[in-house]
C-alpha cells in the first residue's frame, strides 16, 4: 500500500533539499530550531574558550537527538564528515546538548497536550 501521509520539502541551512520530509510536530520542532538558531562567532572569544555549536553540528545534533536515523544518513542530511559526527558524539558538549534538547521537546509534547485536553475538556478544541 502506498503511504499517503501529508509530505512537505525541508530546506537545510546549507540549502540542501530533503525531499518528503515527514510532517508532525518533531519535523516541525526541528526546523524550527534550525532556522532560529545563530551559529556563534569566534571573533571576540579568548583562545582556548569555546565558541559554541557550529550550524552543521547543531543540525547534526538536532538529528542524532531527536530521530532514528542512522549517523550516515544524519552526516549526509547535515553535510558533514561520518567521522566527524562520531567524535562529536563523544564530545561532553554535544552530550550536554542533546540531553537539553530531548527534554526540551519532550516538556514541548506535553505541554501540547495538556493544554489540548484542557481545551476539549472546555469545549473549546478547534
Given at each position: 500500500m502506498k503511504d499517503v501521509s501529508p509530505k512537505f520539502t525541508l530546506y537545510t541551512p546549507h540549502g540542501r533539499v530533503i525531499p518528503d520530509?515527514?510532517?508532525g510536530i518533531l519535523g516541525g520542532f526541528i526546523q524550527e530550531k534550525l532556522s532560529t538558531y545563530i551559529e556563534p562567532q569566534r571573533e571576540g572569544t579568548p583562545k582556548g574558550q569555546t565558541v559554541?555549536?557550529?550550524r552543521p553540528k547543531y543540525h547534526g545534533l538536532l538529528l542524532t537527538?531527536?530521530?532514528a536515523l542512522s549517523l550516515k544518513r544524519v552526516a549526509q542530511i547535515?553535510?558533514?564528515p561520518l567521522a566527524s559526527?562520531?567524535?562529536w558524539r563523544t564530545e561532553e558538549d554535544f552530550s550536554s546538548a542533546?540531553?537539553?534538547l530531548q527534554e526540551e521537546f519532550?516538556?514541548?509534547i506535553f505541554?501540547?497536550?495538556a493544554t489540548g485536553s484542557w481545551l476539549a475538556r472546555e469545549g473549546r478544541a478547534g
Amino acid at each position: 500500500m502506498k503511504d499517503v501521509s501529508p509530505k512537505f520539502t525541508l530546506y537545510t541551512p546549507h540549502g540542501r533539499v530533503i525531499p518528503d520530509a515527514p510532517l508532525g510536530i518533531l519535523g516541525g520542532f526541528i526546523q524550527e530550531k534550525l532556522s532560529t538558531y545563530i551559529e556563534p562567532q569566534r571573533e571576540g572569544t579568548p583562545k582556548g574558550q569555546t565558541v559554541g555549536l557550529s550550524r552543521p553540528k547543531y543540525h547534526g545534533l538536532l538529528l542524532t537527538s531527536l530521530t532514528a536515523l542512522s549517523l550516515k544518513r544524519v552526516a549526509q542530511i547535515a553535510g558533514v564528515p561520518l567521522a566527524s559526527l562520531k567524535k562529536w558524539r563523544t564530545e561532553e558538549d554535544f552530550s550536554s546538548a542533546s540531553n537539553a534538547l530531548q527534554e526540551e521537546f519532550s516538556e514541548g509534547i506535553f505541554d501540547r497536550a495538556a493544554t489540548g485536553s484542557w481545551l476539549a475538556r472546555e469545549g473549546r478544541a478547534g
